[in-house]
């Protein structure tokens, strides 16, 4: 699959527009007909795709590639084929005093082509659930996957060319320039997953086409621990979701919030969570995931050196590779806000530990901050759990647990603020791709009647009714 130009992703739109305009929505059966051969595409090829995977990481766990990618798109897949002819029926609506003999009701109209942007930490589900989302609304699709995973990305074209013809979907591949000229088409709707500095570049190149968003960024999701709760418990829940994908998850725990005299047992707790998780080690395990790429090995290096040099106390769990992009888990304690790890999204298995003495101080650590894609409160007691959950702002929360609001169809999934706008998954998808179009139908009854003759009286009554 060859780079795609300027030029190429304009044809694309207008012919997809053209289609799009002459063919109408695709009713509930070819909807679903569309889903299902998807769904059948991608198991087929499921082998293919955990073999891309790999080919793009170096090292990818296939266990993890099955759990964290393809079993969260076939149960996205699944839930739209059985919930979709509930959300494309139409909303009966109130209708007014005056016009009574009326009808109004809401339908939901696909919005037209949408553009999609994939990132390159899960390159299947987050690029494969946002095309779902769009062909399940009625819509046609662009989609750009990343450029820094494209063994994949080819896959994933397969797949689409396989079911669907390009004036329906289409998969562009492109680096940077490519993903900008994407961005400026004049969509009907983007859809962008990835870090919040390019999100800001698609909003802006999508704005001067007044073309709405959904932005899916990410940001520096914090881990709130109660005083006194089991601190195996909170270990195990926080290592998993920190070392998923070598920590490279959007609503990955980006650092936990410990109170004073709890620290050193959460410490203990966490390496002894590592080392059971991992009891074979990092470097040519398969059951762990490499950083994806040089650059960011380095970075990650960095942000560990910088928080070392500024008096953290660094405890590497595992042996590196600097070849094979294999970082080990690394916890860091005494940390402090003025270090790097702390002023940008880790997306590593790096996790720094900081203290609090009372609940509001970490409430007030959290909220002096931009707000995060996700947020996860461990704890029993449900006053302290309501105190810290009513007086924070942020996109998904899961209580003692980690990553698992995710991995609900029928919750939305979106960030606030940094974090991101709008939100899908389940109806809120369904819904931000389509337009709620209201209707009202006017009885032989209604409102330009009670002007005329002789209805004087009785509209000057209804109306003193109502504005009384």
Same mark, same amino acid.
């Given at each position: 699959?060859? =780079?795609?130009?300027?030029?190429?992703?304009?044809?694309?739109?207008?012919?997809?527009?053209?289609?799009?305009?002459?063919?109408?929505?695709?009713?509930?059966?070819?909807?679903?007909?569309?889903?299902?051969?998807?769904?059948?595409?991608?198991?087929?090829?499921?082998? #293919? *795709?955990?073999?891309?995977?790999?080919?793009?990481?170096? /090292?990818?766990?296939?266990?993890?590639?099955?759990?964290?990618?393809?079993?969260?798109?076939?149960?996205?897949?699944?839930?739209?084929?059985?919930? $979709?002819?509930?959300?494309?029926?139409?909303?009966?609506?109130?209708?007014?005093?005056?016009?009574?003999?009326?009808?109004?009701?809401?339908?939901?109209?696909?919005?037209?082509?949408?553009?999609?942007?994939?990132?390159?930490?899960?390159?299947? !589900?987050?690029?494969?659930?946002?095309?779902?989302?769009?062909?399940?609304?009625?819509?046609?699709?662009?989609?750009?996957?990343?450029?820094?995973?494209?063994?994949?990305?080819?896959?994933?074209?397969?797949?689409?060319?396989?079911?669907?013809?390009? #004036?329906? *979907?289409?998969?562009?591949?492109?680096?940077?320039?490519?993903?900008?000229?994407? !961005?400026?088409?004049?969509?009907?709707?983007?859809?962008?997953?990835?870090?919040?500095?390019?999100?800001?570049?698609?909003?802006?190149?999508? &704005?001067?086409?007044?073309?709405?968003? %959904?932005?899916?960024?990410?940001?520096?999701?914090?881990?709130?621990?109660?005083?006194?709760?089991?601190?195996?418990?909170?270990?195990?829940?926080? &290592?998993?979701?920190?070392?998923?994908?070598?920590?490279?998850?959007?609503?990955?725990?980006?650092?936990?919030?410990?109170?004073?005299? @709890?620290?050193?047992?959460?410490?203990?707790?966490? /390496?002894?969570?590592?080392?059971?998780?991992?009891?074979?080690?990092?470097?040519?395990?398969?059951?762990?995931?490499?950083?994806?790429?040089?650059?960011?090995?380095?970075?990650?290096?960095? $942000?560990?050196?910088?928080?070392?040099?500024?008096?953290?106390?660094?405890?590497?769990?595992?042996?590196?590779?600097?070849? @094979?992009?294999?970082?080990?888990?690394?916890?860091?304690?005494?940390? %402090?806000?003025?270090?790097?790890?702390?002023?940008?999204?880790?997306?590593?298995?790096?996790?720094?530990?900081?203290?609090?003495?009372?609940?509001? #101080?970490?409430?007030?650590?959290?909220?002096?901050?931009?707000?995060?894609?996700?947020?996860?409160?461990?704890? =029993?007691?449900?006053?302290?759990?309501?105190?810290?959950?009513?007086?924070?702002?942020?996109?998904?929360?899961?209580?003692?647990?980690? $990553?698992?609001?995710?991995? /609900? #169809? @029928?919750?939305?999934?979106?960030?606030?603020?940094?974090?991101?706008?709008?939100?899908?998954?389940?109806?809120?998808?369904?819904?931000?791709?389509?337009? &709620?179009?209201?209707?009202?139908?006017?009885?032989?009854?209604?409102?330009? %009647?009670?002007?005329?003759?002789?209805?004087?009286?009785?509209?000057?009554?209804?109306?003193?009714?109502?504005?009384?």
């Amino acid at each position: 699959m060859s =780079d795609a130009t300027p030029a190429d992703l304009h044809h694309i739109l207008d012919s997809q527009r053209a289609a799009f305009l002459q063919d109408g929505p695709p009713d509930l059966k070819q909807r679903r007909t569309d889903l299902r051969r998807l769904k059948a595409e991608i198991l087929k090829r499921r082998t #293919e *795709i955990v073999r891309a995977l790999k080919t793009d990481f170096g /090292q990818r766990s296939e266990r993890e590639s099955a759990i964290v990618e393809l079993i969260p798109l076939v149960q996205s897949i699944n839930y739209m084929i059985a919930h $979709l002819g509930c959300w494309m029926k139409p909303e009966r609506r109130h209708v007014s005093a005056y016009f009574q003999c009326g009808r109004a009701w809401v339908v939901r109209q696909p919005v037209g082509v949408v553009g999609i942007i994939a990132p390159w930490n899960y390159p299947v !589900s987050l690029a494969l659930v946002p095309l779902a989302t769009a062909i399940a609304a009625g819509n046609r699709a662009m989609l750009k996957p990343s450029e820094f995973t494209p063994a994949t990305s080819a896959v994933i074209g397969e797949i689409v060319q396989a079911i669907f013809p390009p #004036e329906q *979907i289409s998969v562009v591949t492109g680096g940077g320039d490519v993903g900008a000229a994407f !961005s400026a088409l004049p969509f009907d709707h983007i859809l962008f997953t990835g870090s919040t500095a390019v999100g800001k570049k698609v909003a802006e190149a999508a &704005a001067r086409n007044l073309t709405p968003v %959904t932005l899916e960024l990410g940001g520096k999701s914090p881990v709130v621990i109660a005083p006194g709760f089991s601190m195996q418990r909170v270990a195990d829940r926080v &290592a998993f979701g920190k070392l998923t994908n070598a920590g490279q998850t959007c609503i990955a725990p980006d650092y936990v919030l410990v109170h004073e005299n @709890d620290r050193d047992a959460f410490a203990t707790a966490y /390496q002894d969570a590592v080392k059971k998780q991992h009891p074979g080690g990092y470097v040519g395990s398969p059951d762990y995931t490499a950083i994806l790429n040089a650059h960011h090995y380095g970075r990650l290096s960095g $942000l560990i050196d910088n928080a070392e040099a500024q008096g953290a106390r660094v405890i590497r769990l595992g042996s590196d590779s600097a070849t @094979d992009h294999i970082l080990a888990p690394v916890l860091l304690l005494d940390v %402090t806000p003025q270090m790097a790890v702390m002023q940008e999204e880790i997306f590593g298995p790096v996790l720094p530990v900081l203290t609090y003495r009372t609940l509001e #101080e970490a409430i007030a650590f959290i909220n002096a901050r931009p707000r995060p894609l996700a947020l996860y409160y461990f704890g =029993d007691n449900r006053a302290e759990r309501d105190r810290v959950l009513k007086n924070t702002v942020s996109g998904n929360v899961t209580v003692n647990g980690t $990553l698992m609001h995710y991995v /609900q #169809e @029928d919750l939305p999934f979106g960030g606030v603020g940094d974090s991101g706008i709008g939100a899908y998954h389940g109806k809120e998808g369904f819904m931000a791709l389509t337009h &709620a179009r209201g209707m009202y139908r006017q009885g032989r009854f209604n409102a330009a %009647t009670l002007l005329q003759p002789p209805f004087g009286r009785l509209a000057d009554t209804i109306t003193n009714l109502i504005l009384r």
